[in-house]
């Protein structure tokens, strides 16, 4: 109670410190916080929550947050049943889902025909190198040939620029990026310039501008009037520096009339002649946030969204990862998410976005064949920088590093003759020393990516490989190539410090971030009797009264993913693009695909509570409820109706009681009500949230226009600024930021 008395306070101080009014959601004060602090583990109470707590309690768990009507569903057909059934998501009707990812096609490309179609930068810069000659394909060369001819572009004013700099005395200057902005700092003045997409978070549309200037002889709006198939075979078959100021020459709003009526593939097209990254980037992420907010396949999606933390890759590692993450998160994570982890290991070892985020696919033996000819052909090369390469190529530790302490055993722990092996922490990695990272490394040299930048697939490259037997936490693993390192993926999927550590992370993230000991040991013992079966312990941890306390119920903070999609979701809004909202990720510190080491983001409170990042979030749920965050839509007058009917002209009591229930499904405390009341109606509340996070209707951003999901126009709803303050207020409360 005293608890709650102090999180009260700071939810009033932080409206008062404010002067719109605006309310900052504080979550220091709150229980998971100090029990986080405390480091001390939840001790589950003998009673367990019973009837609409326990719905709401599963949903908040093994989904991204309830929608309207989510918890009569589950209440009908039983707890335990609905979540026997997220454990086989073959058996849920998806198909909703599935219409709307239609309108990316380049999502469900193989990986060599998206790399193909769709050419990276260094693809490019190869292609001009060698002269080589554009597809013949006339899609595929139109692509090709905007992008070199943009690339051409810029190096030449480029080098305008450092020509006129030089010759007034500055050094370096300002480097122009693809997208015409300004970048600062020697690591954009390089030596070739920018290409579509270089030095651009993939994730982050082009900006156009209208460049007042005659279109060729040709007015561009004569283009945009042609008939769909007709507009766009004139604009595919436009010479390339022709279509590069056609492009130049349109505002954002005909930017968006030249895509009306044109199919998904077309759409795509016309989205990667601004430059293939972008394009490849902004889908994955607008996909990976639509499928978290639309899937039906609730727990699969949550839980591939776990196991694309637990193997992070960074999408900003280099210009190629952005085209190898489609295929990872669709045909290596998902598919093995509620399987057996052996196989999602062994999925992983094999993926090209981890072999090359770390570093594995040009580690080579330093005994193996390749090393012996690198030596030979580093003495007769002429290049330098070819010469330097071909002597600095050797034995990389990155990936057996973090396959061991990230992947599967834990943390390191040193041995020694004060701690044996049998002294170890449950948590540790068991006692491996260096040497066993040195043993992994070599075990899994020529494991590597065939034609990195052409198709991107894996292989195993026998010459690469370093001969003769290793040996790995004690086990001698004889020489047998690629077996090898098949062998030692099953010694660590196996072992009982990989069960402690998979069971560990699970607990934190449906738990608690202090979950009881005694859970993770009983979730370690189904793991190893069922073989690594992640299904097995997850209804292990599902069955255990620590999962049903008391104390853990709406005790999990959440993160800005969480929070994000929960917002959306729990207001029942239609999102017809999805690139703000991961915008707003950004804004709140979770990227998606954003965390640039392999340990991932965490799952615990701390890093996430901090005053900034709440007051974002905040600004975010005003703007949300209001209408202003672009692409995404609301109906609170249907949500208010339904589904018992409350008139148009209801109070504004009886519209916050209705929205307490449906957004939060339960009551909110009676200051939080009592301040959601006292501040609906500040007309600043609303201003300041939209300027503070910087996202606006109607105002998207030309990828945005460009990759909407839905092209026709809708008709827009009854607004009810009423029901879209109060709800903006308990978005943000502190209630709804845990679950």
Not at 142 to 161: G, T
Not at 600 to 605: D, E, I, L, V
Not at 704 to 713: C, D, F, H, M
Request: hydrophobic share 40%.
């Amino acid at each position: 109670m005293r608890s709650g008395r102090r999180s009260a306070g700071v939810f009033f101080g932080c409206v008062r410190v404010l002067v719109s009014g605006l309310l900052c959601v504080s979550m220091v004060e709150q229980p998971v916080v100090a029990a986080a602090a405390s480091k001390k583990a939840v001790v589950p109470s003998v009673p367990q929550i019973q009837a609409e707590q326990r719905v709401l309690h599963a949903l908040n768990r093994f989904t991204f947050g309830p929608r309207p009507g989510d918890v009569a569903a589950v209440q009908a057909v039983g707890v335990k049943a609905w979540f026997e059934r997220q454990l086989n998501p073959s058996s849920i009707d998806d198909s909703a889902l599935e219409a709307r990812l239609e309108m990316f096609p380049a999502m469900q490309m193989e990986q060599a025909e998206l790399m193909q179609r769709y050419p990276s930068p260094a693809v490019l810069r190869q292609m001009i190198a060698k002269d080589e000659r554009l597809p013949s394909d006339p899609v595929e060369h139109a692509i090709y040939a905007d992008q070199i001819a943009f690339y051409k572009a810029a190096k030449a004013k480029k080098e305008a620029e450092q020509a006129a700099a030089k010759n007034d005395g500055g050094e370096g200057g300002m480097a122009v990026a693809s997208d015409g902005s300004m970048a600062k700092g020697a690591e954009e003045m390089k030596s070739n310039a920018a290409l579509p997409g270089d030095g651009v978070d993939p994730a982050t549309p082009a900006v156009a501008t209208h460049e007042e200037q005659f279109y060729s002889g040709l007015d561009a709006v004569k283009v945009i009037n042609l008939p769909p198939d007709q507009r766009m075979q004139r604009i595919l078959a436009m010479p390339p520096d022709e279509l590069v100021r056609f492009r130049k020459s349109l505002s954002k709003a005909e930017l968006l009339a030249a895509t009306q009526g044109l199919s998904p593939m077309q759409r795509e097209t016309l989205a990667a002649l601004q430059g293939s990254p972008r394009m490849v980037g902004a889908e994955l992420l607008e996909t990976r946030m639509i499928r978290d907010i639309y899937s039906e396949r609730q727990l699969e999606a949550v839980m591939t969204d776990f196991w694309l933390n637990h193997f992070n890759v960074y999408i900003k590692k280099n210009q190629t990862e952005p085209f190898l993450l489609p295929a990872y998160e669709r045909d290596v994570i998902r598919p093995h998410a509620l399987g057996k982890f052996e196989d999602l290991l062994v999925a992983t070892a094999k993926s090209p976005a981890i072999l090359m985020y770390l570093d594995n696919w040009q580690s080579i033996g330093p005994d193996s064949q390749a090393a012996k000819n690198g030596g030979r052909f580093a003495m007769v090369a002429k290049n330098p920088q070819v010469k330097q390469a071909l002597k600095d190529r050797g034995l990389n530790e990155n990936y057996a590093r973090e396959l061991m302490e990230l992947h599967t055993l834990g943390v390191q722990c040193e041995v020694s003759a004060d701690r044996p092996v049998s002294m170890l922490d449950k948590t540790c990695g068991r006692g491996y020393t260096q040497q066993d990272v040195t043993q992994v490394a070599e075990v899994l040299t020529g494991w590597t990516i065939d034609q990195p930048n052409r198709s991107g697939t894996y292989r195993f490259e026998e010459r690469r490989h370093e001969p003769g037997s290793k040996t790995v936490l004690g086990k001698k693993i004889g020489e047998s190539g690629e077996a090898e390192g098949l062998e030692v993926l099953h010694l660590l999927a196996t072992s009982p410090a990989t069960a402690q550590f998979i069971s560990t992370k699970l607990a934190v993230r449906f738990v608690s971030d202090t979950p009881p000991q005694a859970l993770m040991d009983r979730m370690a013992k189904a793991y190893l009797t069922s073989g690594g079966d992640i299904k097995t312990v997850l209804r292990t941890m599902f069955d255990s009264p620590e999962f049903w306390s008391p104390e853990v119920y709406r005790a999990k903070v959440k993160t800005p993913e969480e929070f994000v999609v929960s917002s959306v979701r729990a207001s029942g809004a239609e999102v017809t693009t999805a690139i703000p909202l991961f915008q707003a990720l950004e804004k709140l510190g979770m990227p998606l695909y954003g965390m640039q080491t392999p340990n991932g983001y965490s799952w615990m409170a701390e890093p996430w509570v901090n005053s900034g990042d709440l007051v974002n979030r905040m600004n975010f749920a005003v703007s949300l409820s209001n209408d202003r965050v672009a692409g995404v839509e609301t109906d609170w007058a249907r949500l208010l109706r339904e589904p018992s009917s409350l008139s148009a002209g209801g109070s504004a009591a009886e519209k916050e009681r209705k929205l307490e229930a449906v957004l939060l499904g339960q009551a909110v405390s009676n200051r939080t009500r009592e301040t959601v009341l006292a501040q609906f109606q500040d007309q600043t509340t609303q201003q300041q949230a939209e300027k503070s996070f910087g996202i606006r209707a109607n105002e998207q951003e030309p990828m945005a226009q460009v990759l909407n999901v839905s092209s026709p126009k809708r008709v827009r709803p009854p607004f009810d600024r009423e029901a879209a303050g109060i709800a903006g207020l308990l978005l943000g409360s502190p209630e709804f930021q845990r679950r």
